[in-house]
């Protein structure tokens, strides 16, 4: 297995990634209200429930969970997903991951599930359009396929929940733990390989 980074990217540094991820957000955050704006399309309700938000966190970890038996059984989801942390988590600090949460969490969930979903509809069509493009966002090189095919079934998870409940809450919640997490739980096993 290959841990490093593939010729497609060189090695990023903790400013490159931060600004990346703000970047990213500020970006979908503005495509986001960009469509609000001119479309006709409403944003997904976004309201406080605490069954709904324990909701969030209990899909968060079934993901979590999910991802992890992945990595131990399917070797190209493993080196797909070894080479995305490595690129996007090895150089942050354990503080960063605040922001590994929440960035990506609330930008792409507003995009993805708040307005795109609503704006194709709230249907299978809508469910699977908004989930390849959520998948496409994650592709981080061409021989990661594995992980955006992964990032796709999160999606289809997530759109899932949105629909379901009508509340963009849970996929927001559900976003923000899994990567915070998934994070955690790399940096944790990185630490501990390398004393």
């Known amino acids: 297995m290959n841990d490093s980074p593939s010729p497609d990217f060189e090695p990023l540094t903790r400013p490159q990634i931060?600004?990346?991820?703000g970047v990213t957000a500020v970006i979908l955050m503005i495509?986001?209200?960009?469509?609000?704006?001119?479309?006709?399309?409403?944003?997904?309700p976004l309201s406080w429930n605490p069954e709904q938000a324990a909701l969030g966190v209990?899909?968060?970890?079934?993901?979590?969970?999910?991802?992890?038996?992945?990595?131990?059984?399917?070797?190209?989801?493993?080196?797909?997903?070894?080479?995305?942390?490595?690129?996007?988590?090895?150089?942050?600090?354990?503080?960063?991951?605040?922001?590994?949460?929440?960035?990506p969490g609330m930008s792409e969930e507003l995009l993805f599930r708040g307005v795109m979903l609503p704006a194709i509809?709230?249907?299978?069509?809508?469910?699977?359009?908004?989930?390849?493009?959520?998948g496409i966002l994650h592709i981080s090189g061409r021989r990661q396929w594995a992980y955006t095919t992964w990032a796709t079934i999160v999606g289809l998870?997530?759109?899932?929940?949105?629909?379901?409940?009508?509340?963009?809450?849970v996929p927001i919640i559900a976003h923000i733990v899994t990567n915070w997490l998934s994070g955690f739980i790399w940096k944790w096993r990185y630490a501990h390989q390398e004393t």
Do not use: C, H
């Open 157 to 169: 998870l997530l759109g899932l929940s949105a629909i379901l409940t009508g509340n963009l809450l």
């Open 121 to 134: 509809g709230l249907n299978p069509l809508g469910l699977v359009i908004s989930s390849v493009l959520f």
């Open 58 to 103: 209990a899909l968060s970890l079934g993901i979590t969970l999910a991802s992890s038996l992945l990595y131990r059984v399917w070797g190209a989801y493993r080196e797909s997903a070894q080479f995305y942390l490595n690129l996007a988590i090895a150089p942050l600090a354990w503080l960063d991951l605040v922001w590994l949460g929440l960035l």
């Open 31 to 44: 495509v986001s209200k960009l469509w609000l704006r001119f479309g006709s399309v409403q944003l997904l």
């Open 18 to 21: 931060l600004v990346a991820m």
